[in-house]
């Protein structure tokens, strides 16, 4: 297994040129970040990656990001920062809807660090689109935090949610001791996720958060906002564990012919607010647990 080091005294002093540097490289490595503050938006720039245009659509997505190479496990080493928060007069719209400090679509294992964004698409985008399937998405004392962006121009910056993610067919994503928190009001999501594309369903994605806090507005019923755009008759086991809400919990379809198939469990994670589309219709009613 290969080993990199990113800091300030090191041979890699830019975490997203070292992701630009191996961008094909898909063999099990490692990369330490050592402590300190990691300025990303200023890292897109000196890295010359393309101003994406206002309209820029998903499928575009991909030609004006940087990627976590997959099978890498990126870890942080005493108190480490990555800050997202460029000025409006900075950042232009496109930029804000499209970079994130952490964009993955392979396995990955992220693991002791916090994120701040402002004005940025997510604090950490992790999408396989079904490029990658049957891998495992692991992270361990991630705290993000991500703020309402500003408005410029008449439009707002951002995607506004702290976290968004898409699970394709048989992904294994684990969050341990992670914070995921949304600030600066409105009904925005502090962890959004998806399902994508096809689906065997004897394939699904599982989706397991132990000891995590999800931390909106006591009247913000979607901090948790689980979304589903297959048709495909699918069952993902979602696995809450000992993990504090502030907000609701949020089942929701992306279409009126999508059908609701999280299986949701909260062990020991209190009782949240839900908010469920076509609650008649929903074949796993959420299961609260305590021990």
């Not at 990001?65 to 950042?91: C, H, M, Y």
């Not at 008449?154 to 341990?176: A, D, H, P, V």
């Not at 009126?256 to 074949?283: C, F, K, M």
């Amino acid at each position: 297994m290969t080993i990199y080091h990113v800091g300030k005294n090191r041979e890699h002093t830019s975490m997203i040129g070292l992701f630009q540097m191996l961008k094909d490289d898909e063999s099990e490595k490692t990369i330490y970040l050592d402590e300190g503050i990691y300025d990303i938006f200023a890292e897109y720039k000196q890295a010359g990656v393309p101003t994406p245009p206002d309209h820029v659509a998903s499928p575009d997505y991909f030609d004006y990001n940087v990627f976590l190479p997959p099978n890498t496990s990126l870890i942080g080493i005493g108190n480490v920062q990555l800050r997202f928060a460029p000025s409006v007069d900075e950042i232009t719209y496109g930029e804000s809807r499209t970079w994130s400090p952490l964009n993955i679509m392979g396995g990955c294992h992220i693991e002791n660090m916090e994120i701040y964004c402002i004005n940025s698409r997510y604090c950490i985008h992790d999408d396989g689109h079904n490029r990658y399937k049957n891998t495992r998405h692991t992270y361990k004392n991630v705290r993000c935090t991500y703020v309402l962006g500003q408005i410029k121009d008449g439009r707002r910056l951002g995607y506004n949610n702290t976290i968004g993610n898409g699970m394709s067919q048989g992904t294994e994503f684990l969050f341990e001791d992670c914070v995921f928190r949304f600030e600066g009001g409105g009904n925005h999501s502090a962890f959004y996720t998806h399902e994508t594309g096809k689906k065997d369903p004897e394939n699904s994605p599982t989706l397991t958060f132990r000891n995590c806090q999800f931390l909106g507005s006591p009247d913000n019923d979607r901090v948790l906002r689980l979304q589903n755009l297959a048709l495909a008759p699918l069952h993902i086991p979602t696995l809450v564990e000992n993990c504090q809400f502030v907000g609701g919990i949020y089942l929701t379809i992306y279409r009126e012919d999508s059908a609701q198939h999280y299986d949701v469990t909260l062990v020991n994670s209190g009782n949240p607010p839900q908010r469920i589309d076509r609650p008649e219709e929903n074949p796993y009613p959420i299961k609260i647990i305590s021990e």
